[in-house]
């Protein structure tokens, strides 16, 4: 069995910093992209960003700039870094891994409960 933790969400000012964490565990035998995606209330899913085992990015236009992804492959883990943050980045947080459990098994995406992010103007 496969989960995802997020942590690091909370309240935070306008202009300020956040550092979000997802650690990957349980039954695992490759993870291949891990990232993040956001939903506020009333609104889609949508990618904050992504990185691939071998460190390649992409970025949801909103967050260039301002937002670093980073992952730790030893320990299954991916970070976002949250700078000068904005009212409307205000959202749930979801982490997202590729993974594959078993050799022979073909990866799917698993999601994290999320985790709540609010900032105040």
């Known amino acids: 069995q496969v989960q995802l933790v997020e942590s690091g969400g909370g309240l935070v000012q306008a202009g300020g910093s956040l550092r979000l964490s997802c650690a990957a565990s349980?039954?695992?035998?490759?993870?291949?992209?891990m990232g993040w995606y956001r939903q506020a209330p009333g609104k889609q899913r949508e990618l904050v960003a992504v990185?691939?085992?071998?460190?390649?990015?992409n970025y949801g236009d909103s967050v260039k700039g301002r937002f670093t992804i980073s992952r730790d492959n030893a320990k299954n883990t991916v970070h976002l870094q949250m700078n000068s943050v904005k009212p409307e980045d205000t959202a749930a947080y979801y982490c997202?891994?590729?993974?594959?459990?078993?050799?022979?098994?073909?990866?799917?995406?698993?999601w994290g409960p999320g985790t709540q992010v609010t900032v105040s103007s």
């Open positions: 997202n891994a590729e993974i594959s459990p078993f050799s022979t098994s073909w990866p799917r995406g698993y």
């Open positions: 349980g039954t695992i035998f490759s993870i291949n992209a």
């Open positions: 990185i691939t085992t071998g460190g390649r990015i």
